[in-house]
């Protein structure tokens, strides 16, 4: 009897070594992975920016624009990566350039032009990520900077987080649902269009961080 209850706890042991060196590669692989950013963008607009409503960036009015909300996420996002977020790539993000002479509202953005791409560009010019070309390669948490032709042949632009993507079969098209600072939510939202991926009438630059 003495000799089997030895065996147990022999048994006993090494299983409980054995569990415990396995959990340690697990708690590593855990600890590298890289932080959720659509789950950021959510957590933002539940704490910092819980009650803003869209507009002109302005923190008495609690107001702030597609672009200063996707700066905001690429600010935290990089923080958690222990990347400055600088004002350089602030500046990138935001399109905000001195030399931008090219009127985008009339002729639209240059295509030739790399920082039209603004938080795309910027991405790819700190080597934070990748541009993502093949639209089947599309994922929730990728960040968009795209612009758009009217009707009247005016242009506008925005940016924001790809929330939900989808291929439609029926015409042949990637489409997307985008969360962001919107003014046709007031506020930070998921959009309640979807918004076609490519086109002639469009310019869309997608991008993901590492």
Not at 17 to 35: G, H, L, M, R, Y
Not at 118 to 139: C, F, H, M, P, W
Not at 165 to 175: A, L, M, Q, T, W
């Amino acid at each position: 009897m003495k000799h089997f209850t030895r065996i147990i706890l022999i048994i006993t042991l090494i299983t409980m070594v054995v569990f415990a060196d396995s959990k340690v590669p697990i708690k590593a692989e855990v600890e590298t992975q890289a932080p959720n950013i659509l789950a950021i963008a959510h957590e933002l607009d539940e704490g910092v920016f819980c009650g803003w409503s869209y507009g002109a960036y302005n923190t008495e009015k609690k107001h702030l624009n597609c672009t200063t909300f996707v700066s905001a996420v690429m600010d935290t996002v990089l923080s958690r990566f222990n990347i400055s977020y600088t004002a350089e790539m602030r500046k990138d993000v935001l399109i905000n350039h001195p030399n931008l002479d090219r009127n985008v509202v009339k002729l639209g953005p240059d295509p030739k032009d790399p920082r039209y791409a603004g938080v795309v560009y910027a991405i790819e010019k700190y080597n934070l990520g990748k541009r993502i070309t093949d639209l089947s390669q599309v994922q929730p948490g990728d960040f968009i900077q795209y612009w758009k032709q009217r009707k009247n042949g005016t242009w506008f632009g925005h940016a924001s987080l790809i929330e939900s993507v989808r291929y439609d079969k029926k015409d042949g098209n990637y489409k997307a649902k985008i969360f962001g600072s919107h003014k046709s939510t007031k506020g930070i939202a998921v959009s309640k269009f979807e918004l076609l991926l490519s086109g002639d009438d469009r310019l869309v630059y997608i991008g993901r961080i590492r």
